[in-house]
């Protein structure tokens, strides 16, 4: 699609190279406007050729060229300044008040069948290391329509910090569909329902093209990439013919940014089990020595296991007859702790063991101390009550992994998981019958303590870890689509 650069002057300021897709009408430009100086776009007015620039103006008869400086006027919004503080009875709050007094986490606005967006953006949330890396990110538009939405993540990661309402997506959203078109398809009612998961993968594709590595410091590596570091693994994958066993077995290294989960059959499944039958395969393809079509047996095992892992359940397959991606509904359960350490290359697995037994040695000596506890006093007891708070923050899991023995190609891969467990931090899940309608709902784990958040667009409330457990399917309740799991950390 055409782009032209233009610069634009406001407010005695001039802001150089600014991408202008023709193709997208005056909304977009003035939303690219708005996450650069903060001017709203009902409030910019901006000089163009036969007058002022409307939000539906046909870009393309605007005669715009590269390096074509254009006025705008207009002032930023001020935000409005805090009450003086007050006593407060529950009964007189609002819903923010409310949000704020309990420390709830903020929500995001539905912006019209945006729940599959919300959803998306509330369990990426969970990853704090990609909300590191989006703030060391320069200020500004971003270079580029991808580099905007990230910029726009960037904001919306800030605005829900701070927050105690519930944010409008407004740029984010519209950024999104700029750089992929099919989230704007609309029928008569207007903006349709999209599919969760392939929102969540053109997010992490547009993360993985324009958001840089971190290193050991936590400081950017431009020479990495975010999402090859912290979400992706590595698969070793061996390809063989049994009708053919004198030819070579022909092995292949494979990427992943999440793991498909083919539902197996039965009533109910475990995960655990359908992801190891997935990672062998039957094939047909020719065989250059039987000169025939013959079966080959693909045979993977990992060799690299991220930080983050998302694993996605298959749960639609398309109906022809009907035209839709008809829902699987069938009970898949999940666990809170997973070990991928059985589904890793033995080499992979010996590196792994140091890491793997010291979390061990730590879970039953909690497991100890927690059987000492009961058969002591309340008031002793709740001396002890820190044993299963998270990992204290600055802990150097550099010095743990040297005193460990974990190897150093391992312990060097900034990113990687170093013992192969991992814990359950986010769920997005799915209520329908078909990917393109329903509702989606993001469900993450508090960083702080047991509990879960339930983000429901702009709805949060606090759930216990038996209402993620009831998310694993076998009915028309909400049903998990897809799960994010964080490395466990060393203690």
Partial sequence: MPTVKVAVKWGGKRYEDIEVDTDQPGIVFKTQLYTLTGVAPERQKIMVKGGM????????????K?????????????????????????????????????KLPAGLVNMGNTCYMNATVQCLRAIPEL????????????????????SAMKNMFDDLDKSGDAVLPLVFLQMLRVVFPQFSEQDRHGFMQ?????????????????????????????????????MTGELLSTLSSPEAPEEAPVVSVE??????????????????????????EKIEKNSPTLNRSAEYIKKSKISRLPAYLTTNFVR?????????????????????????????????????LPAKDRLKEVADRKATERKQ??????????????????VAEGKDQAAIMKEIGVDPSLADDVGANVSGQYDLVAVLTHVGRAADSGHYIGWVKDSKGEDWWKFDDDKVSIVKPDDVTKLEGGGDWHTAYICLYRAKPLE
Wanted: glycine residues 8%; aromatic residues 6%; proline residues 5%.
């Fill in 53 to 64: 620039l409307k939000d539906d103006a046909d870009m393309t008869k605007l005669g715009l």
């Fill in 66 to 102: 590269e390096g074509q400086q254009i006025m705008m006027m207009g002032t930023a919004g001020e935000l409005p300044k805090a009450p003086e503080k007050r006593p407060q009875f529950m009964e007189d709050m609002t819903d923010s008040e409310i949000a704020q007094a309990l």
């Fill in 131 to 150: 909300h590191s890396a989006l703030s060391k990110l320069p200020a500004g538009p971003g270079g580029d329509t991808r580099g905007g939405l990230m």
């Fill in 194 to 230: 999209q599919d969760a998961e392939e929102c969540w993968g053109q997010i992490v594709q547009a993360i993985n093209e324009k958001v840089p590595g971190l290193t050991k410091d936590g400081e950017l590596n431009r020479d990495k990439h975010f999402v090859e570091q912290f």
């Fill in 255 to 280: 990427t992943f940014n999440k793991l498909r989960v083919n539902i197996g059959s039965g009533v109910s499944t475990y995960m655990t089990s359908d992801i190891e039958a997935g990672l062998t």
């Fill in 316 to 352: 639609f397959q398309w109906k022809a007859t009907e035209r839709i991606k008809a829902k699987i509904l069938k009970r898949v359960h999940f666990p809170f702790e997973l070990d991928m350490s059985p589904f890793c290359t033995p080499d992979l697995q010996q590196k792994l």
């Fill in 373 to 390: 506890k009961k058969l002591k006093t309340d008031e002793e007891a709740k001396d002890k009550m820190d044993i299963d708070q998270p």
